[in-house]
């Protein structure tokens, strides 16, 4: 461990793509070391070391955090994992944690995660690396300028509500300024038994999210051959209604037409053709994870707040689980969520659900 001003030392855990993504951001970050790498298939783990010079290879991160003392740790596991490292980190005095996503596999394991990290004075942050793309800053900056308006309505869409969910809920909390939902009313289809990077998800969803001033957010999850596409026009992302006009929110692309006025338009300045992408993985994400870890740093600096602050995960997560409650207890959830147990989980175990099939997938 190294002194704030002399420079830092970072470890990643979990070194799968994800993992790589993280440990190539932490690189690119002045006066921040990558001096190790943990994974449980050590040779994922020399892999990544060897591509990146990092001199030192543990299968066990508890090794790690005792003999390195890092000042900064990448957590990229599977979030089963997530609550138990984080425990970890925080007891070997690790200054800050930055943990991808989905939070935990419970509502539950979220708050301790949070309560964990704030008794022992260590930042947790959670890797919503979405929030610094371009096109959603634009998209933020045009709805909070007025350029559409005052919101009334916003649409969601994405495959699944565990993980790729994570992101659509955080984004709407992000346009709409990180102002509390009051509720959250939600309905959950559960023909498969169907897992996501190896968690169990629903096969199809729908959320309703009311806020007090009235505005109300919808978000649709479902993937093919099950679920029809959801939206031709707008099967991943956003759109914003207001009172003078819309905002189209892609991946890579924000349309924001407004009412009697010329479009603005805003595109990715990255490659979207995947073919070109390195290993896989869209440069937009490896620029937002390097832009979310400069920022970790920084506010380690500084003492502010970071922009990915624990608090806004833990909210994002609280839709996902209210959504899980609603669909269980089959009423609309008032927040703050008091149930914390993964109602997914919880129901499918009591028989509220009887899947037939199983589907393993990535989205």
Known sequence: MTALGTGLGAAVVGTGSQGRVHGLALQAVPGTALVAVADVDTAAARGLADELGVPRVYRDYRELLVVERPDVVSVC??????????????????????CEKPVALSYGEAVDMVRTAADAGMQLTFNLQRRFEAVQRFARESVAGGEIGEVVTIEGYCPNLFDWGTHILDLILFHRGDAAPEWVFGQLDVTLDRYVYGAFVETASVTQIGWPDGVRATVSTGREPHTPVLNLQNNLGLILQGTKGRADIRGARCLIRRFGKADLA?????????????RGVDPAIVAGTRDAIQDVVDSLHTGREPALAARHGLRGAELVFATYES?????????PLDRMDNALLSGRAQGFWSPAGELRSTY
């Open 77 to 98: 596991t599977p979030p089963v994992l997530h609550p138990e490292i984080v425990r970890a980190a925080a007891a070997a005095g690790v200054r800050a944690v930055h």
């Open 266 to 278: 805003h595109d990715s300045p990255f490659d979207t053709d995947s073919r070109t992408w390195d």
């Open 327 to 335: 669909s269980r207890s089959r009423r609309r959830v008032p927040l």
